[in-house]
């Protein structure tokens, strides 16, 4: 694909064919920002389902994803066997790879004592991004105010929003698994091409939901079951359809 053909495609992504989700970097950027943004005519890559995205010491790119959906896990306390995984989902519209804009990036991504690594980044449906040079981006975001302004107002929303969907371990689980299914809606999901009435979320399964939310498979599945009986949410191999959002928005409020 050639780079006038990518560019004239990312625009499209921007001013309307594809609305960035709520609070995403690119939704926080202005279409004159992002446009700027485009004259270094930046290629797009493609990655399959299951691939990892290269993001570890070694390598130098930070990614924008513009299609498909990831799953990003940490080891806070090491790698050892047992030990506990920070499982997200990361979707439409966010950059990853941020701690390579810190100037101490080389410490947060290698491994150390207290058992840090990079973050493993896994495509859970086939995902299309776009690469950025660590350097370049960091160019940006000291010459341009709006850019970092967008970048550090993005982090902030993924933060409060991981707070309100991965955090709320008191909350009843049939609660928590239609939050997360809002929340990948929201960050993942794509009109049905049979209907624009219903949202397709492809990638993440019932075990992926499991590890987010610290529970165990079979009370996601239980969960699911009941979603299916209320006809919110058809459930398919990796992939699943929500037939009424805003129910599905009110079974995450408890109500």
Known sequence: MSSTTETSRLTDLLLGH???PDGSFLQRLSTRTWQAMLQAQPRTRVFARDE???LGADDRYVYI????CVRQDRFPLGTAEGMPTITRFRGIGQLVGEAK???ES???YSRSREGRSHVPTRCLSQTVVIPWRARYMNQLLRRQPEVQLALLRSL????????????????PPFERVSRLFTHLADIA????PRTSQHTVITGPSQKDMAAALQLSTSTVENAIRTLRYHGVVEARY???LVHDLEALRQFATGA
């Open 18 to 20: 594809r609305a960035m």
């Open 52 to 54: 990892l995205l290269p």
């Open 65 to 68: 994803v513009i299609e498909g």
């Open 101 to 103: 804009l810190i100037g």
């Open 106 to 108: 080389k410490l947060l």
């Open 156 to 171: 902030e929303d993924r933060s409060r929003c991981d707070e309100l969907v991965y955090a709320m371990a008191t909350r």
């Open 189 to 192: 999901g794509v009109p049905d």
């Open 238 to 240: 990796r992939k699943f």
